[in-house]
């Protein structure tokens, strides 16, 4: 357990139960309480909680839980209003800090007037934070639903592949995390409630030591994640901004999977144009598509019919199986509909698993196997007859030579 | 059972009615009446006390009249004391049954 001393003898200790387990918190204060560890008034940030170490004493001390919803017992901070803790105080009882969903208060006389002398009345200020955990939880659900529907709309695996696919399956774990901890509090209240109104009473020296090392252990585990999703995040970033792993096509020697525009005629005289740029090749790799490629060439080509000229992109990807390329050609598809000026083009019949043709810009979408590759097929000859019909039959038969996985 | 919290009032929650059937009270001049009332028998704590305020203006049996200084003063409503008189008229019931089942068994 982390414990740091400081001059003033405050002690640092992160609680060893969840802070709805309201028998667990109050039941480990108190043995703090006797090893001399006392805590401190809003002796609580960030998880921790803060003691004054002091000669070992006897003290009890309780959670209530706060009526947020009426407004009649705090002062619109929700901490306890003075005339509460007027009377708290003349029966013993002062108040340290607001813990949560509750006012933790401590005692040093014995017996003082318990602050809760009505277990139904206990039950039912119980319940007003069971009903806020339950809400709080449906609506996380449902915003969840929501969130999935929408990206259902947007482009999930595309963004996986871009921001990274393990860094996508941590941060919905983290989602799934939150989601499982709020329906835990929630059963944790909903048996803690008719543990009240059942027996009268709730247990103020449980035994918290049991599950103490597996809740410090699923702290940590939740701080890893974190920490993780927030640096895997970061690098996404930083390597978008700084267009991490971008190099100039003069520097590129690879030979690439699709064809660029020096591969529309073998023969031609070649000539990149001096716009370095707009001629770059991004390669990285993903758990969902271990291959992937964002080409950006643009280039003169003088060949026997004419000049090609103009701007090339392309984004090729590789994936696991040929129903996650299709699943990607849907996305990109989805995404170009969106486009006001939306249409399809005429594209002559290919041997691929899927092959679509779209305006405003000029976009071939093909799909064999587990290759999905998209090009947006901006050149054209001088007298501007297009040429994405070529580079579609050209790329297909490329395909076709690469022998992907069967769909 | 009751379907609803406040269909019938804890003996706590019908000692707070009749305390401020008995006129206008501060939490603490409340917590006083019941011990005072009871001879110390039943001792209202103070988050049970509260909390009943807080359920009891939420159900309109009480409203704020005054606030003075640190102190919330609170009357009964109509609502209010027709639930007192209520719980009132089920307690007497109660009383008269068990009444009259001592005296059917004294009588037997």
Not at chain 2, 68 to 94: D, F, P, S, V
Request: net charge negative; aromatic share 12%; glycine share 6%.
């Amino acid at each position: 357990m982390a414990e740091t001393k400081k001059k003033n003898h405050t002690v640092y200790r992160l609680p060893p139960c969840p802070i709805y387990d309201v028998e667990g918190t109050e039941s480990w204060l108190s043995d703090l309480a006797q090893e001399g560890l006392m805590l401190e008034k809003d002796g609580f940030f960030a998880g921790f909680m803060s003691f004054q170490r002091t000669a070992p004493r006897a003290a009890q001390y309780r959670l209530e839980a706060i009526q947020k919803l009426s407004g009649l017992l705090s002062d619109g901070d929700e901490t306890p209003s003075d005339e509460v803790l007027e009377l708290s105080e003349k029966y013993g009882w002062e108040y340290l800090v607001k813990y949560g969903d509750f006012h933790i208060y401590r005692s040093f006389d014995f017996p003082a007037r318990e602050l809760n002398t009505d277990p139904d009345v206990q039950a039912m200020a119980l319940n007003e934070v069971r009903k806020r955990q339950r809400n709080a939880a449906i609506w996380s659900v449902i915003y969840l639903i929501i969130l999935l529907f929408c990206s259902l709309y947007q482009q999930p695996l595309l963004s996986a592949i871009a921001i990274g696919t393990p860094c996508v399956l941590l941060f919905a774990t983290l989602i799934i995390w939150a989601e499982i901890g709020q329906l835990v509090t929630f059963l944790h209240l909903h048996k803690l409630h008719r543990k009240l109104k059942e027996t009268g009473s709730i247990d103020h020296k449980k035994d918290w030591k049991k599950k103490a090392a597996a809740h410090h252990v699923e702290k940590i585990l939740y701080l890893c994640l974190v920490i993780l999703v927030l640096i895997l995040t970061f690098q996404a970033c930083t390597s978008s901004v700084m267009d991490e792993g971008e190099i100039s096509l003069e520097d590129y020697s690879e030979d690439p999977p699709f064809v660029t525009i020096a591969d529309m005629d073998p023969t031609g005289k070649y000539s990149m144009q001096e716009l370095s740029y707009s001629n770059t090749v991004k390669e990285w790799s993903d758990w969902i598509a271990p291959s992937n490629y964002e080409w950006h060439e643009y280039a003169s080509l003088i060949t026997d019919d004419g000049t090609i000229s103009g701007p090339l992109s392309i984004t090729y990807h590789e994936t696991v199986h040929p129903w996650v390329a299709r699943l990607i050609a849907r996305e990109y598809l989805i995404d170009a509909q969106k486009s006001q000026h939306f249409h399809l083009m005429d594209l002559q019949e290919l041997d691929v698993d899927y092959a679509v043709a779209y305006a405003p810009s000029p976009t071939v979408l093909l799909q064999k196997g587990n290759i999905i590759i998209r090009a947006t097929v901006y050149f054209n000859y001088e007298d501007g007859s297009s040429l994405y019909q070529q580079w579609a039959e050209l790329m297909a038969q490329m395909l076709q030579q690469t022998k992907p996985e069967k769909s | 059972m009751p379907k609803k919290a406040m269909d019938i009032l804890t003996e706590s929650m019908f000692y707070v009615l009749m305390a401020l059937s008995q006129g206008a009270k501060c939490g603490i001049d409340i917590a006083d009446y019941i011990d005072h009332r009871t001879f110390g028998r039943l001792q209202i704590g103070p988050a049970t006390l509260y909390t009943i305020l807080g359920k009891f203006e939420k159900e309109r049996f009480i409203q704020e009249v005054f606030v003075e200084g640190r102190k919330r003063t609170y009357q009964i409503t109509e609502k209010g004391h027709i639930a007192y008189l209520n719980e009132l008229a089920r307690l007497k019931q109660c009383v008269a049954d068990a009444a009259a089942a001592e005296g059917g068994y004294l009588n037997g």
